[in-house]
């Protein structure tokens, strides 16, 4: 396995998008809009392959203010779950957040996730709010 950082708009995005939805958007009954989408130009977007090049998951970041980091649209396809693909994508992506300069990475972490990402040092913060129809927490981790 190994992670990439690919560009907005080329054919490995497209994958990439496609895999979100169907992971994170179909079973809501939401699709993405071309707004929604046009707003991730200015992202950062990691993919994570296999040794065949086949896409085994993704996520994207969006810089905030305060040098914050927003990391977003975490996916992995559901047959590769639980493998230490989320694990790779997210040290990864930490990585590229403290060479760009960020000091703190958030997320909005579906309440199902929440085991997830406390094994990988991020707290919750505040209470619970509903986004995408679904409970969500607010979660942080210092990149130092």
């Known amino acids: 396995m190994f992670t990439l950082l690919i560009d907005f708009g080329t054919p490995a995005y497209d994958d990439a998008v496609k895999l979100r939805d ?9 699709e993405f809009t071309a707004e929604y989408l046009a707003a991730e130009y200015n992202m950062i977007h ?3 392959y296999n040794e065949r090049h086949e896409l085994l998951g993704c996520l994207s970041l969006s ?5 914050e980091i927003k990391m977003r649209q975490v996916a992995v396809r559901e047959d590769c779950q ?9 040290a990864d992506s930490e990585t590229i957040a403290r060479e760009k300069g960020f000091t703190k990475m958030t997320l909005h972490a579906r309440h199902t996730a929440i085991p997830f990402y406390k094994k990988l040092q991020y707290t919750k913060k505040g209470r619970a709010f509903t986004e995408v129809t679904v409970k969500h927490y607010k979660m942080e981790k210092k990149l130092i």
């Open 22 to 30: 169907d992971i994170l958007r179909k079973p809501l009954g939401l």
């Open 82 to 90: 639980g493998k230490g693909i989320g694990q790779l994508m997210v």
């Open 63 to 67: 810089p905030q203010e305060n040098n």
């Open 46 to 48: 990691l993919v994570c």
